[in-house]
């Protein structure tokens, strides 16, 4: 599906917004969005609010062998998804460019960055490591995936827990979570990206850009800071010109930033670490706010299964009976070496119902022939006059009245033409 | 993190509507600690590959929370995508395509049944014509032959077969079977009856959500 495209007007009125130092969503031109970070049951595993933004992160792990170059280090493995959840011009399946630069950017910040200390997911040099895999998800696009991204990233990779190893020789036992405790990965710091949007070739500048202004921006700068002020990645793209005085007034405003959000991190992490330990409610359940509108909640319903373990009895014997009268129906007899019948002697269901009801209705002529008894039918229908027979019927006092004498026919007929719907004139009536 | 219950409860059940910005219809549901978000699109514009002429395309994504989707993910994909479509009237939209998608936030046990649950819930959050709603309720048969309705991980772990049945809300007949494991024919059908009442918990759950949605006028 396409995505909307922002018309001139929007476009116009986005910009002369700005240009009088104001923002469509009435935020200064230094905030962020509100930041919600909510941890789910695994570990490893968090979604990052960032406004209406949102994105979720899962870290996994597993054993592999390490890469030739590298024999002692551990892999660290991003994987960025734009899923059409997000966006309807998002594909699944395939990365877009953005995507491409997304997972680029991500990978520069927080894998070449040496966060994450790789050499301590060595198990065996040479032939087993640990490959750390991050999947990020990005669930709704309300502009500066990246920031979100990454706060997501660098805080699922801090939450998450490896199984523990213990090698003796050549033997090397992964431990299950539940035999000894995961141990935490070691990451030494955490670099935080921060984005920068500009417009009318630098002149303005707006820290978090959403949807709209990411549209209509010249460019964007990002700098990827961890909270020592040490400068982890920086990009700027789109066609404009910066002055070094901006970029360095740029990564004053991140240094800042970047404390703020690290703070919020590590309190995420605590609040998450103390609910875990006294055994309160924690996932994402316990995230949904149940005072609003749109959203319900139902604590644990009982069903009622006592009635329906007795019907279900009840339906079963009915069942059971029926398949015995089935099986005796369908009992099959060998007539001789590979040959069998099943089901000899049953009513004959080929039959046409009309045919049934002329049996019922002569039940005064047993001794009807067979041949008798088509040709009854056939007059039944056609009314022919032709036959060579005389037909005789025997008739009640009641029937009697409804008879109709019409004198030029010679043949009689069958009792199914007295009904009123079915008797037609000019048929005569013998009696006897 | 569960909590202790009888094998005859359903796991308390959260829902949230409309909380994703750019998507048409979006629902998270959490039933116990199992959360599956959905978003959907539509009715929209649809590839002319896959344009049917006398009815909507319906298409559904499921993304896994680590990796590529699997064969498996690919399977679970189709039952919903096979289950929606007999529910949305989609004869009532011809030429164009109703995007679903799924994904995974948490599998904490009875997950296909949360999958179809929260897809049912964002049809109903983007108004879609439906022709019914549509329930699905899992249950697992213990070693022992006892019945639990809606299991989470453990239980599902322990279990000889595990069962969901989709049902609709107008004559609770059933509207899909998924089932693995092997059972009896008397227990697939204790496991229906005991399914198909639980599931009026799931339709008035719906109900109930959509009540308070609605409840004011903007």
């Keep these: 599906m396409r995505e909307t495209p922002l018309s001139t007007c929007e476009r116009d009125f986005i910009l002369s917004v700005i240009a009088d130092r104001k923002r469509i969503d009435g935020r200064q031109t230094y905030d962020y969005r509100k930041i919600k970070i909510v941890f789910g049951i695994d570990r490893g595993c968090c979604s990052v609010e960032l406004g209406k933004t949102r994105v979720l992160a899962q870290v996994s792990c597993e054993v592999t062998e390490p890469k030739q170059t590298r024999p002692t280090d551990g892999i660290l493995f991003m994987n960025v998804e734009l899923s059409p959840m997000a966006c309807p011009s998002f594909e699944s399946g395939r990365l877009s460019d953005e995507g491409v630069e997304l997972n680029r950017l991500l990978e520069r910040c927080i894998k070449e960055s040496r966060c994450l200390d790789t050499e301590s997911l060595c198990i065996v040099a040479g032939q087993k490591v640990w490959t750390i895999r991050i999947d990020i998800h990005v669930l709704n696009q309300e502009g500066n995936i990246l920031d979100c991204a990454s706060i997501a990233a660098i805080t699922a990779l801090v939450h998450f827990r490896r199984p523990d190893v213990t090698v003796s020789g050549e033997d090397v036992t992964i431990h299950e979570l539940d035999d000894r405790d995961p141990v935490p990965l070691s990451v030494h710091h955490m670099p935080i990206c921060v984005s920068f949007a500009f417009f009318d070739q630098g002149k303005f500048l707006l820290v978090d850009p959403e949807n709209g202004e990411e549209k209509v921006m010249d460019g964007k700068m990002v700098i990827g800071m961890n909270k020592h002020r040490e400068i982890c990645t920086l990009q700027i793209t789109g066609d404009m010109l910066l002055l070094k005085e901006q970029v360095l007034r740029c990564s004053n405003i991140a240094v800042v930033k970047v404390q703020e959000i690290s703070e919020l991190i590590q309190t995420a992490l605590e609040n998450d670490k103390t609910a875990r330990s006294e055994g309160r409610k924690y996932g994402f359940a316990e995230s949904i706010e149940r005072e609003q509108i749109t959203t319900h909640h139902t604590d644990i319903t009982n069903v009622d299964m006592e009635d329906i373990t007795k019907t279900n009895h009840e339906t079963m014997d009915e069942e059971e009976n029926q398949e015995q009268e089935n099986s005796e129906e369908n009992k099959v007899t060998i007539l001789e070496k590979g040959t069998g019948i099943v089901g000899e002697g049953g009513r004959n269901s080929w039959l046409m119902s009309d045919d049934d009801e002329d049996v019922k209705i002569e039940p005064s002529i047993p001794n009807k022939s067979k041949k008798h008894k088509q040709k009854e039918k056939k007059e039944a229908y056609s009314f022919g006059d032709d036959s060579e027979e005389e037909e005789t019927v025997v008739l009640d006092e009641s029937d009697l009245h409804m008879i109709k004498k019409v004198p030029g026919s010679s043949d009689s007929v069958d009792l199914q033409s007295l009904k009123p719907s079915k008797s037609t004139p000019g048929k005569k009536k013998k009696k006897r | ?218």
Excluded: W
């Design chain 2, 1 to 218: 993190m569960e909590v202790d219950r009888t094998s005859h409860e359903l796991r308390p059940m959260t829902c949230e509507l409309g909380h994703l910005s750019r998507s048409d219809g979006s629902a998270t549901l959490t039933q116990g600690d199992t959360t599956v978000i959905t978003s959907m699109y539509g009715p929209g514009d649809v590839r002319i590959s896959k344009e049917i002429i006398d009815k909507a395309t319906v298409e559904v994504t499921y993304r896994p929370k680590i990796g590529l989707p699997k064969c498996s993910d690919k399977l679970k994909e189709r039952l919903i995508r096979n289950t929606c479509e007999t529910v949305i009237l989609s004869g009532l939209h011809p030429r164009t395509g109703i995007d679903i998608i799924l994904q995974e936030m948490q599998n904490s046990g009875s997950f296909l049944s949360c999958c179809i649950n929260s897809a049912c819930l964002a049809l109903l959050d983007a108004s879609i014509p439906l022709k019914y709603l549509i329930a699905a309720v899992t249950c697992c048969i213990s070693d022992k032959g006892e019945i639990t309705l809606d299991p989470d991980l453990k239980q599902e772990k322990k279990s000889v077969a595990i069962l969901t049945f989709v049902f609709d809300s107008k004559d609770f007949n059933v509207v899909t079977v998924s089932t693995s494991g092997s059972f009896s024919n008397e227990q697939f059908q204790s496991c229906l009856m005991a399914c198909r009442e639980a599931s009026k918990h799931v339709i008035t759950f719906y109900r109930e959500s959509m009540l308070k949605k609605l409840s004011k006028s903007v």
